[in-house]
């Protein structure tokens, strides 16, 4: 029985007009809706009862749904829609994800079949199950669930695609469509779950700020310096830092036109930094307290490059050590306190010395804290500004620099980084 066979029985059945039935069932046709429930779906839709499968989930607006519905059918309009693979019950899925909106609100989704819809589709979704995500509730589309075109479009204040600023990117985001320059790029054999793997990381920028990046699937248009269009990406957190990820979903097209990147980290107090979580690049002024042990000569395990105490690695035993330079200081400026931690070439600036010059003073002091000591003498009780990536974990709040400069109101500072200077 074909569909108008099936239309005509239909409309006679509800006292529906026949062109109508028809058009509904091939809308649900379209999104590979098999007949049979198409058909149960526009007999609800005409008032014709549920056909006996059982109750009709109620309609709702997104603003009213809680993590405690049952199933509900919403009428919606997509915003965006990612695809990503991941691993169910030891099967590899397929699944698009991404968010839905109407007049009252927004809503993630995830879809567990390929419904075929798009950003800008007006839906309804009948028959979504409810699950909760991270506190939030969210729509999960599978196979007793119907897609069917909207009768009406649906309006919505909320911009339709995945289109985004680097600065309005957040963790969980998915679906998104970023415009980037790729600052940097590295190749990495990582060991996953099927072996081991070739990913690439990096960091993209864009005029509004600059974000972490890892490929799962290296895609060969990934060079420092491209300009590039990278669609369909998801964000996640690493240590309160969202950072961006491809997939073989993404898509990466070259740039005729450069990105402009900026140069700008933005300002904040100590506290309203530690407050967002994390922040790939920012600037922070404040006073150094104390020059924290672990700080000056170092030395480092040569397999994991962890910090290593008498010749010992936590995960890899007695090791023969590499001597490093590294600084980890206490800073406040009144809001809160975060760690600094100044990598070997800022160390080296501050301590006014390579690492050559921090062994020969350690030889000759036969004590490696003499270079701590002389960095402490120079930085505790003095006023910095420090640029950097700041992440939050459950240790505390660290900012790793890439910039350490004297505050521009501590004239003491800005001397003794003068002083430095000359003695290199
Ligand atoms: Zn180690």
């Known amino acids: 029985m074909d569909v108008t066979d ?26 590979s809706v098999p007949l049979d429930e198409a058909v149960q779906s526009v007999r609800r839709k005409h008032g014709g009862g549920d056909g006996g499968t059982g109750a009709t989930p109620t309609s709702v607006d997104l603003a009213e749904i809680t993590t405690d519905h049952g199933n509900v059918t919403v009428t919606v309009r997509v915003l965006t829609r990612g695809t990503r693979s991941i691993r169910y019950q030891g099967d590899d899925l397929t699944i698009h994800e991404g968010e839905l909106a109407d007049e009252t609100g927004t809503i993630d989704y995830t879809a567990w079949q390929d419904f075929g819809f798009e950003p800008g589709d007006s839906l309804t979704i009948g028959n979504a199950g409810i699950r909760e995500w991270e506190g939030a509730p969210e729509l999960n589309l599978n196979e007793s669930t119907t897609v069917a075109i909207a009768d009406e479009p649906v309006a919505v204040d909320q911009s339709v695609g995945g289109d985004r600023d680097l ?44 974000l972490p990046f890892t490929d799962w699937d290296p895609t060969p248009a990934l060079e420092a310096g491209a300009d590039v269009r990278i669609e369909d990406v998801y964000a996640r957190e690493f240590r309160g830092v969202p950072s961006i990820n491809l997939t073989r979903f993404s898509t990466v097209t070259p740039l005729s036109e450069s990105i402009a990147v900026t140069n700008e980290a933005p300002h904040h107090s100590i506290a309203a930094a530690v407050d967002t979580g994390g922040i790939f690049d920012v600037t922070v002024t404040g006073t150094v307290l104390e020059v924290r042990d672990g700080s000056g000569l170092i030395e480092r395990c040569p397999k994991c490059g962890r910090v290593i105490q008498n010749g010992q690695c936590r995960s890899h035993g007695a090791v023969d050590g590499e001597d490093d330079l590294r600084v ?17 070439e800022l160390t080296a600036d501050v301590y006014g010395g390579g690492l050559d010059d921090a062994l020969a003073a350690a030889t000759e002091a036969m004590d490696k804290d003499v270079v701590a000591e002389s960095i402490a ?29 004297p505050a521009a109101e501590d004239p003491a500072a800005a001397a003794r980084a003068a002083l430095a200077e000359v003695r290199e």
């Open 377 to 405: 003498a120079d930085l505790v009780g003095r006023t910095y500004t420090v640029r950097g990536s700041l992440s939050v974990d459950e240790y505390g709040a660290t900012l790793d620099a890439t910039d350490f400069e």
């Open 167 to 210: 600065v309005e990117i957040d963790a969980g985001d998915r679906g998104r469509t970023v415009e980037v320059r790729v600052l940097e790029v590295d190749e990495k054999t990582i060991s996953g779950r099927d072996g081991e793997t070739d990913i690439l990381e990096g960091v993209l920028g864009d005029e509004t700020g600059k």
């Open 6 to 31: 099936r239309a005509e029985e239909l409309a006679s059945d509800l006292g529906a007009d026949t062109a109508e039935v028809k058009a509904d069932l091939e809308n649900l046709l379209e999104y």
């Open 328 to 344: 980890k200081a206490i800073f406040d400026d009144g809001t809160d306190t975060v760690t600094v931690v100044l990598d070997d």
